[in-house]
């Protein structure tokens, strides 16, 4: 096969159509329009660029539309091909979103959409989403709004800002009743609540989580709770290392109760040995801290 055939296949075949003949199915709650998750069991496929890529949320495997076919078959590139090639003209399920994309200014950028944003209020309805369904107590929100970690997002969600070390916004994890997903043109770093100087750093996976676990821990003096977003971003992985060599850090993964969330630990330990810092593995109860959080009511 000639080299414009490959790159033809490689244009015309997605990965949603390999997954899909695979027996993976969209799992939409922990999708965004960015990165549609897919499942088969224990089995985590996460598809970004439009469809064109593709990563494996528990190992480091990652590529096109190929290196999904051997990673999923474990056969040679002659194999893969024909295999491609068999689906051409496959058209595999779209997710159905609940929200409409809406057009932005392109001229505004990520800070200025953040603070043209309101921050909660008693009684406004995004305080009434963390308090009444996701059993956030009042010192909690309080904590985060005061930090300037939250914004009033559309239809009742919220918005939870990640911020760089010197304390920039750099985007924000976005979760509501009918939403979730992470803010467009933004970048994931950290969401950090909690002392600046803290040395006890409480790694999850979502804002929601880091602070169900501040209000199970009663907002630890000592300690900042800290998510990653769901993803395991660069930048992430910098920021992450940097909390880690502080004199006298302990690194904490509070990720969640399953096969990702051990992963997730995993990566987080061998940063804590290369940087010769203490590190505690912290599991939920439950599935997850904001269900243990609900759990213990």
Known sequence: MEKRDIEELRERVPCAAVLEKAGFAIDLKESTRKAVKYRRGDDII???????????????AKGDVFSL???????????????????????????????????????????????????PWRGSMTWRYL??????????????????????????SMWAAHVDGGGLVTGWEERGPEWRGFA?????????????????HCVTEAAIDAMSLAAIEELRSDSLYLSTGGGWAPATVAAI????????????AATDNNEQGEVFAGRMEAIAAAATCAYERLRPRAGDWNEELCTRG
């Open 241 to 252: 290392r940097g909390l880690a060599s502080h004199p006298g850090a302990l690194l904490v």
């Open 131 to 156: 308090r009444d369904e996701r059993a956030l107590p009042e010192t909690v929100i309080r904590a985060a709004i005061q930090q300037d970690r939250l914004r009033e997002g559309p239809r009742g």
């Open 184 to 200: 467009s043109g933004g970048g994931k770093v950290l969401f950090r609540l909690g002392p600046i100087g803290a040395l006890r």
């Open 69 to 119: 076919v051997e990673h999923l078959d474990d056969i040679g590139f002659t194999e893969v091909l024909r295999q491609v090639s068999y689906l051409i003209g496959f058209v595999p399920s779209e997710a159905v979103w609940t929200r409409q994309v809406r057009d932005r200014d392109p001229d505004i950028g990520v800070s200025e959409r953040w603070r043209a944003r309101r921050k």
């Open 46 to 60: 996460i598809v970004i660029h439009d469809g064109k890529g593709w990563f494996d949320a528990l190992s480091d």
